[in-house]
Structures are given as C-alpha cells and as structure tokens.
C-alpha cells in the first residue's frame, strides 16, 4: 500500500535558521514527488516536485529538496527561513492519484 | 488571472441539505481533481475527471456526485449533507491528456479551497 509520512508534526525555527523537512514514501515503484506549502486560510501552492533526473531539485521560494532512492525519502530544505514561510507543508506523491503526508507545521520566531 | 477558482470559499449549511461547490480553471488543462483536507490537514483524493469522463472515484459516499460540463469545470454536489462533510475541499488540475499518461503533465496545481461547515 502506498504510503507518505512526515514523522516532524511541528517545527519551530529561528528566522534566519536553516530548514529540514523530512518525507518518507512507500511506494511500489519510484512515483513522483512534490512538496506543497499552504499558508494559513490558503490553498496548496506547489513548492516543487521531482519525476526524474538530478536528485536535487529546486523550487520556489529558495526551497530545494533531494530525493534519496536508498531511503525512499524526499527531504526539502531551505538554508536561511524567512518570517513568511511559517505555514504548513506537505508530501505528497504519487501519479494521477496523490497521496498526501499529514503535514509539517513551521512555526518562525523571530 | 486566478488559474484554478472555486466558489464559494466559504459555505455554511444545516444537515440534511444540498449544496455545491464550483471549480474551474483557466490553465487549459485536461484534468481535474477533488479532495477532501479534514480538521486534522488530513488530504485525500475523492474524483478526478480527465476531458469529463471520470477516471477516480475513491470510497465516497455516493451522496457526493462531481459533475464536468466541460473540460474546464468541475463541480461537485453534495446531497443530504452530514456533519462529518466538514472540511475544506480543494480542487485541482492538470495538464494531463489521457488517464493513462505520466510525466510533467502530472503536476496538479490547486484552488483556494472551500470551507465547508455543516451544522
């Protein structure tokens, strides 16, 4: 069975802090990933997503995410946060069908 | 320039009535989705129609029918609406052609969500 899981439920980070999300799949065969970002009272904006390729990718935002076969794990990070990318991010892969992780909740203090 | 709308964006009903949500895009794409984010964030998959012929249909009460005029719509009506069809729920497209295709094509780019509360 296809499964997504965000283990952090919450993080707090200092602006100016680096980020680490962490993503971990189960999967029958590599799917697509995608990390989304929903600000609070908003919809789900796409961060980036990987189909193939360079394992690093970069998104929006100054977000990049590695995709690591061996650990089945899509990890996004972001190097220095910014008071605005307090907000909820999701996993999410798949194809047509898209399962979502439960969410990380980031949480910037200034 | 919204790509993907829906409306309304807040919907507040008593049980046992009948409500829909609208969805549409203007990205020119194929493909649309639904689901369903419950009060824990919780996202799920309910429909998806690709040139209006429904190609998912996940466990939901057959009390939740999606219709699609057209290609660039998809709406979804609910019938005898219970408390627990409280959530917000997204819409979503993408450019994919066929059912069967994969590729960038996949990328789903979602509305602004509606938040319905039933009472």
């Known amino acids: 069975a296809q499964s997504v899981t965000q283990p952090d439920i919450h993080i707090t980070v200092s602006e100016g802090a680096s980020l680490e999300l962490r993503c971990n799949y189960s999967?029958?065969?590599?799917?697509?990933l995608f990390w989304y970002v929903q600000s609070p009272g908003q919809g789900l904006q796409l961060l980036l997503k990987?189909?193939?390729?360079?394992?690093l990718v970069q998104g929006i935002k100054g977000f990049e995410a590695e995709f690591k076969r061996s650990q089945s794990s899509f990890n996004l990070r972001k190097p220095s946060v910014h008071w605005s990318d307090a907000a909820e991010y999701f996993c999410?892969?798949?194809?047509?069908?898209?399962?979502f992780g439960a969410g990380t909740t980031v949480t910037v203090r200034a | 320039d919204t790509a993907v709308s829906q409306t309304p964006k807040y919907l507040v009903t008593q049980m046992g009535n009948d409500k829909s949500i609208k969805c549409e895009q203007n990205?020119?794409?194929?493909?649309m989705y639904w689901y369903k984010q419950d009060s824990k964030k919780f996202l799920k998959i309910m429909f998806s129609?690709?040139?209006?012929?429904?190609?998912i249909n996940e466990t939901v009460p057959n009390r939740f029918s999606p219709k699609s005029p057209d290609k660039a719509h998809l709406n979804l009506h609910i019938n005898s609406l219970e408390l627990g069809d409280s959530a917000v729920y997204f819409c979503?497209?993408?450019?994919?052609?066929?059912?069967?295709?994969?590729?960038?094509?996949?990328?789903?780019?979602f509305g602004p969500g509606t938040r319905l509360t039933v009472l």
């Open positions: 979503a497209s993408s450019q994919k052609k066929r059912a069967e295709e994969r590729g960038i094509r996949d990328t789903q780019y």
């Open positions: 999967y029958g065969a590599t799917p697509y």
């Open positions: 990987y189909f193939s390729g360079d394992t």
């Open positions: 999410a892969v798949g194809y047509s069908k898209l399962s």
């Open positions: 990205l020119g794409h194929d493909t």
């Open positions: 129609y690709n040139n209006k012929e429904l190609i």
